[in-house]
Nanobody, 126 residues
């Protein structure tokens, strides 16, 4: 069973940076993608960014392009989300998730993903 643990959230000023980490345990299929989602109070969970476990291939939400970078260190079973130029509207609980079967596509919907972490809070002050 895949287990995911996010860390790195906290409080940042607008314009600042945070790096989130997602450490995975259990077997991650070679076909997998690891995605980042976020959910603000009263809003639906939304896609942020994802990377293939092979590290070949990434995708970003429009809100993340140019500011966020997703990367992976497979030797550490860890996926990162580097968040720069933070905005107040980035405030949310951030989740990492594993989509096991992303052989030919990377999912951008919550329903595409099979395993979820517990989330880490990111708060950006304005």
């Amino acid at each position: 069973q895949v287990q995911l643990v996010e860390s790195g959230g906290g409080l940042a000023q607008a314009g600042g940076s945070l790096r989130l980490s997602c450490v995975a345990s259990g077997r991650i299929p070679s076909s997998a993608a690891v995605g980042w989602f976020r959910q603000a109070p009263g809003k639906e969970r939304e896609f942020v960014a994802a990377i293939r476990w092979s590290t070949i291939g990434t995708t970003y939400a429009d809100s993340a392009k140019g500011r966020f970078t997703v990367s992976a260190d497979n030797s550490k079973n860890t996926v990162y989300l580097q968040m720069n130029s933070l905005k107040y509207e980035d405030t949310a609980v951030y989740y990492c998730a594993v989509e096991e079967y992303a052989d030919w596509r990377i999912g951008v919907q919550t329903r595409d993903y099979d395993h979820w972490g517990q989330g880490t809070q990111v708060t950006v002050s304005s």
